[in-house]
């Protein structure tokens, strides 16, 4: 690579080069974006696991690879308690919001 480092790489009309401006994310905002992402993440596996046994509860037919029913719930069971857990050491330790 010849030239400087700022003639080669400003030159380049491929490259994009962010900006520091007033809109760009505050580090409180960045950490409650999180937090919620986090959250929601936990949330959605619950009413994930939660559909899955209501499906086993009503039809254990629709599970034909799981011979072992009460198994196949109780894995679903374990998904619920893992993503409660996390939910739990969340809101007790990094949430911080107004609607606690």
């Known amino acids: 690579m010849s030239g400087d480092y700022e003639t080669h790489y400003l030159n380049q ?4 080069y962010i900006k520091e401006t007033n809109d760009t994310m505050s580090c409180p905002d960045l950490r409650e974006q999180t937090i919620e992402a986090l959250l929601a993440e936990a949330q ?9 046994v209501e499906i ?37 330790h990094f949430y911080i919001h107004a609607h606690q």
């Open 56 to 92: 086993y509860l009503h039809n254990p037919v629709g599970i034909g690879e799981h011979p072992d029913v009460l198994a196949a719930i109780q894995d679903q069971i374990d998904i619920i308690a893992r993503a409660e857990e996390r939910i739990s050491v969340i809101k007790e």
């Open 44 to 52: 959605g596996e619950i009413k994930k696991a939660s559909a899955n």
């Open 13 to 16: 009309p491929n490259i994009t």
